[in-house]
């Protein structure tokens, strides 16, 4: 028998640098608004769908007993929440917690999974959330490639900031880029594949080289520089991403 695909993870990062509305929280409510973030998306991280409804008694009473805060406090942090759009404003109304960019971060390990990334209850995500937040389908499934082939080919887990990097790449460079820079950070042994991948497609776009054009390729030598193979190379002798 199959096993039975989850939405749930066992993990999430938690950054260094957090944001500046935590920071808002933080000021607010001291450590109990800072501990209700991260302990509110554990329960979203082992909750199937990421998705928490609290309208009935128990679930509340879960997570004022899971976060260690009252009540009211509990009523208040959340409504801060959601007017700094830490929340999903609109599912907050209905006592639902969904928190898109938590979501998000979690791209890869769906692709990888080849599991359907949780969906936001109800469908759309509000306008501002849209043009802020939504992947297309087009660009997901190129996103999705891009993250197969490195994976296969680098033989390498990407981190969550690779993945933005990976996106980034798929907004900023033609198809079949990305897999030619990969290709190369292969073949020179780079250490920090993704870094080396983003200082060559930046060469390549400047120096106005099709990357799958051979003849373009072979038209332009490097000089030794910055923008140099020895440059990259010694670049790359640094932490692992």
């Known amino acids: 028998m199959a096993r039975p695909k989850k939405q749930t993870v066992d993990y999430f990062p938690h950054y260094c640098n957090h944001s500046k509305t935590l920071a808002i929280v933080e000021a607010q409510y001291g450590n109990e608004g800072y501990a209700f973030w991260f302990k509110m998306l554990e329960i979203l991280g082992k909750t199937e769908g990421h998705v928490f409804d609290y309208s009935d008694e128990g679930s509340w009473l879960f997570l004022l007993t899971y976060t260690l805060v009252k009540e009211e406090k509990a009523k208040q942090i959340l ?3 959601a007017s700094l759009d830490m929340i999903d404003k609109g599912m907050w109304g209905k006592k639902i917690i969904w928190v898109q960019h938590f979501v998000d971060e979690h791209v890869a390990l ?10 936001r209850p109800g469908g759309s995500l509000p306008l501002s959330a849209v043009s802020n937040n939504e992947i297309t ?5 190129k996103v999705a490639g891009m993250i197969k082939y490195y994976e296969e080919v680098a033989r390498r887990m990407l981190t969550t900031n690779d993945l933005m990097r990976l996106k980034d790449f798929a907004d900023n460079y ?8 990969t290709d190369e950070a292969v073949k020179n042994k780079a250490r920090a594949p993704i870094s080396y991948i983003a200082k060559i497609l930046e060469d390549w776009k400047v120096e106005g080289v099709n990357p799958l054009d051979e003849q373009s390729r ?5 000089k030794v520089g910055d923008t140099s193979t020895e440059a990259l190379k010694a670049s790359t002798t640094g932490p692992i991403d």
Request: hydrophobic letters at 25%; a neutral charge; zero cysteines.
């Open 79 to 81: 409504e801060t929440f």
């Open 110 to 119: 769906y692709a990888r999974r080849k599991v359907e990334l949780p969906q």
């Open 137 to 141: 389908e087009t660009d997901d499934l």
């Open 174 to 181: 033609p198809d079949g880029w990305f897999e030619k820079a």
């Open 218 to 222: 072979r038209g332009r030598t490097r």
